[in-house]
């Protein structure tokens, strides 16, 4: 798959892919919204606008209210590829994505997942 074809796939058709994951290991949807909203700076109400929408990732991450300033703090390997190590900037913030929706399934606390 190319670049922009990533780029174009709607943030709604892999959506279910984070709240299935997360459930499969005792987590909440509640949770995996609380996670996005904070990588992105959106409320619940403008979260799920941009899934009724079928928004693509680029946009998604393009026109998001406010990317959460610490989010250089989301490290580490998703699919053999450390996030921090990622060139281009959509595709870093969409491995930030998927390491906290990994970090949310792997049992780790709200507390360290938003880095607080």
Known sequence: MTKHRIYSVS???VYPHYVAKAA???RTKQEVDEVICWLTGHSQQSLDDELAK???FEDFFAHAPGMNP???LVTGL???VRVEDVEE???QEIRRLDKLIDDLARGRSMEKILRK
Do not use: D, L, Q
């Open 78 to 80: 998703i699919c053999g």
């Open 89 to 91: 900037p959509v595709m």
């Open 70 to 72: 610490v989010r250089s």
């Open 54 to 56: 079928g928004t693509n």
């Open 11 to 13: 943030v709604a058709s």
């Open 24 to 26: 499969k290991k005792g």
